[in-house]
């Protein structure tokens, strides 16, 4: 990370890149029990928030980040009721989900609270669906949760966490996995923010289908969509069941869906599904 009077930019040393955003003002910076978490206002993209130095959402685009991770897995499920998010602490993925009307309950544990504060001054637009009574709003350790979670209790856990570094490594791991197919119904699915397929293809993606199949997923695929506040530009999700097909969705009702959306949509979903060749390779498709 780097900091002039102007500019905000995060730089991605590994990659030889770096992403740069022009500021007006900071508006908070505060160190939690977890994390050092600032707030930025920009020329362009609205409110910034960043933790530990790395971008983790803006205003302008941050519901392609939201709608990615939650509508493909949702019209995937035959029929998700139970929701499990695992940080999110933002509440954009929270708010997405229960635009759905068949979701009943929509559980949401992030272990740093402090994260969720600041969403609901900066970003009160994402916390909409805070108040709805199908919520749940935890403060708590997600890895610890899902270990001591009911087997079958979830529809979908949608895995909404930082990059694999500090607090979130454990959620990148085989036992974390092992402990999500076990708290998932039989035709339960798991989706989990998965980087970028261009620059994290061998250190993240390709290691976590293999944690995946091993701790017992047979069917997993990763769909890229464009983030251009992230490394690359361009981020993706991976689906991934232990029955339940994750390459054909409810195209139906996706594409008579009741809700507004900015970037989702069924030739959306349907395009994400139709891998890059790299990716094929890579991913052994």
């Known amino acids: ?14 990659n030889g890149s770096a992403f740069s955003l022009k500021i007006k003002e ?11 978490i600032e707030v930025y206002a920009t020329e362009k993209f609205g409110n910034l928030m960043v933790i530990d130095g790395y971008i983790m959402l803006s205003d302008r ?4 980040y939201h709608e990615m991770l939650t509508h493909p897995v949702l019209f995937t499920h035959p029929q998700p009721r139970h929701v499990l998010i695992i940080g999110g602490g933002d509440c954009g993925t929270l708010r997405e989900v229960l635009r759905h009307p068949g979701v009943e309950t929509a559980t949401q544990v992030e272990i740093d609270e402090a994260v969720t504060r600041a969403a609901e001054r900066f970003f009160p637009t994402l916390c909409e669906a805070n108040q709805d009574p199908r919520a749940r709003l935890r403060f708590e350790d997600g890895i610890a949760w899902v270990k001591n979670a009911e087997a079958g209790a979830y529809d979908v856990i949608i895995v909404d ?30 989706a989990q923010q998965s980087e970028s397929p261009l620059f994290h293809m061998d250190k993240i993606i390709h290691p976590m289908h293999d ?3 091993a701790a017992g ?21 991976t689906l991934a069941g232990r029955l339940g097909e994750v390459s054909r969705f409810r195209e139906g009702d996706a594409s008579s869906k009741t809700f507004p959306t900015q970037y989702y949509n069924a030739d959306i ?12 390779r890579a ?3």
């Open 26 to 36: 900071k508006l908070l910076d505060e160190h939690s029990p977890f994390q050092h």
């Open 211 to 213: 944690e995946m199949r």
């Open 269 to 280: 979903h349907r395009g994400a599904l139709a891998q890059p060749e790299f990716m094929r």
């Open 217 to 237: 997923f047979r069917n997993i695929r990763s769909l890229p969509f464009p983030q251009c506040v992230y490394p690359s530009g361009w981020w993706s999700v």
């Open 61 to 64: 685009d941050n519901f392609l």
């Open 283 to 285: 991913l052994e498709f």
């Open 161 to 190: 966490s930082t990059d694999p570094v500090g607090p979130a490594v454990g959620l990148f791991s085989q036992s974390f996995y092992r402990d999500c197919l076990r708290s998932l119904g039989t035709q339960g699915l798991l």
């Open 1 to 14: 990370m780097a900091l002039n009077s102007e500019w905000f930019t995060e730089i991605d040393h590994h």
